[in-house]
C-alpha cells in the first residue's frame, strides 16, 4: 500500500511537457525565384548557397528557340516594309493600291510587335537577382538541361542575417504550444553549441513530409545567432510547453494510441 501511494504522489508531480522534432535553419526573408517562362533551362551560373548581389545572374534558360522565331520575325518585317513601301508607290497612280496601304500597314505593324514581343521574352531568359541575398537550391546539375514551365520555383533567394527555425512536428508528437513557447536546437553538425528560440507561428493544418509523416509546422526564432548558424543546417528541435502532472506525461502517447486503435 505504501508502495502505492508514493507512485500515485509521483504520478501527480508536475513536469514540463516537451517534445522533439526535425528542424532546419532558414530565412525569414525569402523571395522566391521561378520561371519567367517556358523552357530549358541552359545554364546556372551561381552554386547553391553562394551569396549573390543584386543584379548578379542567377540562372539563363536555352535561347535557341526564342533567337530562331526573332529571326523569321525580322525577315518578316523586311518583307512587310518592302510591300508596304512598294504599295505607297503604287497609290500614286493606282486607287486598287490605295486600299492596301492600310491592310499592309496594320501587317507590318503587327510583324514588328510580335518581334517584339519576342526579344522581350530573350531578355527574361536571363534572371538575375532582385537583391542581395543567398541563393538557396539544389545541385545544379538537377536543374541543367531540364524543361520548366512558366512560375515554377527554381531556387529561394534568403536573406542571411533574418534566421529562423522551420520545424516539422510530427501529429503524433504535438503537444500544446502557446506563441512564445521556449525552443532548444541542437544541430547536427554543431551537437554541443544549441540554439536559443521562440515559437513564432505554427501551420493551423497538418502536412505530408517528404519522409511520408503527417507534420505541423512550425516558425521559431533564433536569439544571439552564433557564427556557426547558417542557412540549411539542419538539427533536431526541443519544444517546451506547459506544465502537467508526470502521469498525464508518462501515459498521453499510449492512452491516445489506445483510443484511436480501440475508438473508445
Do not use: C
Amino acid at each position: 500500500a505504501g508502495v502505492a501511494l508514493v507512485i500515485a504522489l509521483l504520478m501527480l508531480v508536475p513536469v514540463r511537457q516537451s517534445a522533439l522534432a526535425p528542424a532546419e535553419i532558414v530565412s525569414r526573408q525569402a523571395q522566391v525565384i521561378s520561371a519567367p517562362l517556358d523552357g530549358v533551362i541552359a545554364q546556372m551560373h551561381v552554386r547553391p548557397n553562394e551569396k549573390v548581389p543584386a543584379g548578379a545572374p542567377l540562372f539563363s534558360l536555352d535561347e535557341t528557340t526564342l533567337r530562331n522565331r526573332a529571326e523569321v520575325l525580322m525577315q518578316e518585317v523586311v518583307v512587310a516594309d518592302a510591300e508596304l513601301l512598294s504599295a505607297s508607290q503604287r497609290a500614286f497612280d493606282n486607287p486598287q493600291s490605295k486600299s492596301e496601304l492600310a491592310l499592309l500597314g496594320g501587317r507590318a505593324q503587327q510583324r514588328r510587335a510580335e518581334l517584339a514581343a519576342v526579344q522581350a521574352q530573350l531578355q527574361r531568359a536571363h534572371v538575375k537577382a532582385p537583391a542581395d541575398g543567398v541563393a538557396v537550391f539544389s545541385d545544379p546539375n538537377d536543374w541543367i538541361g531540364k524543361p520548366v514551365s512558366t512560375g515554377e520555383r527554381i531556387m529561394l533567394l534568403a536573406d542571411p542575417g533574418d534566421l529562423a527555425m522551420r520545424i516539422e512536428l510530427p501529429v503524433a508528437d504535438a503537444i500544446a504550444l502557446d506563441e512564445g513557447a521556449a525552443v532548444t536546437l541542437f544541430l547536427t553538425a554543431y551537437p554541443l553549441s544549441p540554439l536559443e528560440g521562440e515559437v513564432l507561428e505554427t501551420s493551423y493544418q497538418a502536412r505530408t513530409t517528404g519522409d511520408g509523416v503527417a507534420a505541423y509546422r512550425l516558425t521559431a526564432s533564433i536569439e544571439d545567432a552564433q557564427p556557426h548558424a547558417r542557412l540549411g543546417l539542419h538539427g533536431t528541435a526541443k519544444l517546451y510547453g506547459g506544465r502537467v502532472v508526470l502521469g498525464y506525461y508518462l501515459f498521453r502517447r499510449p492512452v491516445a494510441a489506445l483510443r484511436a486503435w480501440s475508438g473508445w
